[in-house]
């Protein structure tokens, strides 16, 4: 199993910027995958941005050039830097690991998600 606790949420004008942290713990060794989905009111959860073991990132189109993701691989922990945040960018994000096994192929793991509030 894995455990994932995010933190850094919270509520921030038009043009401002915030840093979400995920620490993973438990059976993380077989984790190849860490990322962050968000999910607006009404909306489907969407990928905001993934991180692998080989630190390539993926990134929804529309995000580029604003949004950071990295990570401490020290430390256990996935880091999303938000900078200038829009309204749109309200939402519930969630924390993503993706694990992988020979048994049971690709298992999914999520935290309880952090609300960001971006106001006009």
């Known amino acids: 199993q894995v455990q994932l606790v995010e933190s850094g949420g919270g509520q921030v004008q038009a043009g401002g910027s915030l840093r979400l942290s995920c620490a993973a713990s438990?059976?993380?060794?077989?984790?190849?995958?860490m990322g962050w989905y968000r999910q607006a009111a009404g909306k489907q959860r969407d990928l905001v941005a993934s991180?692998?073991?080989?630190?390539?990132?993926k990134y929804a189109d529309s995000l580029k050039g604003r949004f950071l993701i990295s990570r401490d691989n020290a430390k256990n922990t996935v880091y999303l830097q938000m900078n200038s945040l829009k309204p749109e960018d309200t939402a519930v994000y969630y924390c993503?690991?993706?694990?992988?096994?020979?048994?049971?192929?690709?298992?999914?793991?999520w935290g309880r998600g952090t609300q960001v509030t971006v106001s006009s």
């Open positions: 993503n690991a993706v694990r992988w096994s020979w048994d049971t192929g690709r298992t999914d793991y």
């Open positions: 991180i692998r073991k080989s630190s390539s990132t």
């Open positions: 438990g059976s993380i060794f077989s984790i190849s995958e």
